[in-house]
Nanobody, 121 residues
Framework: VQLQASGGGLVQAGGSLRLACAAA????????MGWFRQAPGKEREFVGY????????DIADSVKGRFTISRDNAKNAVYLQMNSLKPEDTAVYYC???????????????WGQGTQVTVSS
């Protein structure tokens, strides 16, 4: 499955962005969909994932209460809604897919190319 993340940009602290991950090649309804991020000089870290049917999400403590994940299997897309953004949220954000859901990036077989999110103070 090919994934493409979009929706990144420059936003002021306290603002919101909604990232989208569009899939092609296969239906994403068969996959857990994850979001990760990588800041300059840091390792790629887990943001969250959503189950195949969208009934459950697992969100990292660092963004819990501010970020939510949703999906629309009919549109073959998954979304990351980011609210109350902080400068420390600045990173390249990646979507990923796998038949299993996990906070471990090594689990995910398919990755998108990433979209830059920059939060100014």
């Amino acid at each position: 499955v090919q994934l493409q993340a979009s929706g990144g940009g420059l936003v002021q602290a306290g603002g919101s962005l909604r990232l989208a991950c569009a899939a092609a090649g296969r239906t994403i309804s068969n996959y857990y969909m994850g979001w990760f991020r990588q800041a300059p000089g840091k390792e790629r870290e887990f943001v969250g994932y959503i189950t195949r049917g969208g009934g459950h999400t697992d969100i990292a403590d660092s963004v819990k209460g501010r970020f939510t994940i949703s999906r629309d299997n009919a549109k073959n897309a998954v979304y990351l809604q980011m609210n109350s953004l902080k400068p420390e949220d600045t990173a390249v954000y990646y979507c990923a897919a796998d038949s299993l859901g996990s906070s471990r990036r090594s689990i995910y077989a398919y990755w998108g190319q990433g979209t830059q999110v920059t939060v100014s103070s």
